[in-house]
Structure formats: structure tokens, C-alpha cells
């Protein structure tokens, strides 16, 4: 039985099982997937910020032979600004539009929490 990270050492959790973003104190720039350097400067000065998980679709792909059925790729633009390229789950593929709201939902994926999207009310 694989046992799922819950310690916060994936990147993008928080300590608090919240979605994680890297946030640069040199340009106040935020980032995803967090990192040692910033992906906008280069500096070294960067920290970490949780989001608030809310976002909107920006683009999809609906692939119709994934192993598991069908399953939908997705860049999601969160609030605070950042893309995030993930999958939309728990909606019916047919119903998925550009411009969408959508929240994080956490799902283990190779023994890892990954955070992946639903539609939102
Ligand atoms: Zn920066």
C-alpha cells in the first residue's frame, strides 16, 4: 500500500494541505510550481505564498483515450495571477468551457497529493 506525502514536502502543499505558489521578494512576482530561484528575475529571494485555489479556465484539451477513460488538460489562470497546467476532474468532460470557474481539489497521484481542478459554484 503506497502511502500518500502529507508532510508539505511537495512543493506546491502547504503545511496547511493548501495550495502553494512561490512568491519572489525581489519583484513581488508570484510563481508556479514554487522554486529556489525566481523564473521572472533570477533572484534567490523568494518565499512562499498559499493561494486561495480559485481560478478560471483559460484553455482545454478533452483526450478521449486516457488509461483511466477520458480526461481533460487544462491551463487554469488562478486569481492571483499565475497559469497552472493541470487536469479538470469531477465534471463531465462535455460541460467544461474556456472561462469556467474552477477550484484546487487535492488527489493522490503516485502516492503524492497533486492538486488538480472541479468546477466551482
Ligand atoms: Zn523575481
Known amino acids: 500500500m503506497d502511502e500518500v ?3 508539505g514536502t511537495a512543493e506546491w ?3 496547511a494541505g493548501r495550495l ?3 512568491h519572489c521578494r525581489a519583484c513581488d512576482a508570484v510563481h508556479y510550481y514554487p522554486r529556489r530561484a525566481c523564473p521572472f528575475c533570477s533572484s534567490l529571494d523568494v518565499g512562499r505564498r498559499e493561494s486561495l485555489g480559485k481560478g478560471t479556465i483559460y484553455s482545454h484539451s478533452l483526450t478521449t ?6 480526461y481533460v488538460l487544462a491551463y487554469v489562470t488562478l486569481d492571483e495571477g499565475v497559469s497552472i497546467l493541470t487536469n479538470i476532474v469531477d465534471a ?3 460541460t467544461v468551457t ?3 470557474s474552477v477550484e484546487v481539489v487535492f488527489k493522490e497521484q503516485h502516492s503524492v497529493l497533486t492538486p488538480f ?3 466551482s459554484a
Open 5 to 7: 506525502d502529507t508532510s
Open 13 to 15: 502543499l502547504s503545511e
Open 20 to 22: 502553494q505558489l512561490g
Open 65 to 70: 483515450r486516457g488509461p483511466n477513460g477520458p
Open 92 to 94: 463531465d468532460p462535455s
Open 98 to 100: 474556456i472561462g469556467q
Open 117 to 119: 481542478f472541479r468546477p
